[in-house]
Structures are given as C-alpha cells and as structure tokens.
C-alpha cells in the first residue's frame, strides 16, 4: 500500500503563494502518476495537476501559469506551488496516485489540506 500525507494548506490573502506537500511513504515504488485534487464546497472534486513518472505535467486550464506541480525522483515527495492565488482556489486539496498497471493500478488519496483564501 501507499500512503499519502498532504500539507501545507491554510489562510492566504487573494494574489499570495502557498506551496503544498505531499508525503508519500509505503510500497512508492508501485507509483505511476501523481497529481492534486480539490474539492471547493459544494462541488465536486476536481483535478488541478498531474506529474507522470517521466516528469510530464498536466494543469487544468484554471490554474495554468500560476500553479507548478514538482515532485522528488525518489517520489517521497511531491509539491503544489500556488501563485497568485485566487479567492475560486479556497477548496480541500487532495494529493492523489495511481499506481502502475503491473501493480492494478491502484489509485491512492491523501486526507486533505484546506486551502482558503481571503479577499
């Protein structure tokens, strides 16, 4: 199994950075993909970027050029840089994986981080 441990949401002002992390401990070697949710309330849960085993990155259209998903080669790590940020971006922030297809391809959650902003 793997675990997923995200932090580093909180209170922010409207144009302000946040950076989040998430801790990945377990089997990590059956990781794949990795990315981030979220989750604003009353809505469904949304993606806001992946990074592949290969490093390509993906970021929804609403936080292209202002968000940057990174994460560590050994993949114990991986991060969400937040910049100016936005009052839409309040939401819980999920650290999401999937695993390799030779391991099912499983898909693994973290807990959550709230982010909010203030205008």
């Known amino acids: 199994q793997v675990q997923l441990v995200e932090s580093g949401g909180g209170l922010v002002q409207a144009g302000g950075s946040l950076r989040l992390s998430c801790s990945a401990s377990?089997?990590?070697?059956?990781?794949?993909?990795m990315g981030w949710y979220r989750q604003a309330p009353g809505k469904q849960r949304d993606l806001v970027a992946t990074?592949?085993?290969?490093?390509?990155?993906n970021y929804a259209d609403s936080v292209k050029g202002r968000f940057t998903i990174s994460r560590e080669k050994a993949k114990t790590t991986l991060y969400l840089q937040m910049n100016s940020l936005k009052p839409e971006d309040t939401a819980v922030y999920y650290c999401?994986?999937?695993?390799?297809?030779?391991?099912?391809?499983?898909?693994?959650w973290g807990q959550g981080t709230l982010v909010t902003l203030s205008s």
């Open positions: 990074i592949t085993s290969d490093g390509s990155t």
């Open positions: 999401w994986g999937v695993g390799f297809p030779g391991y099912g391809g499983m898909t693994y």
């Open positions: 377990g089997m990590i070697f059956r990781l794949n993909a």
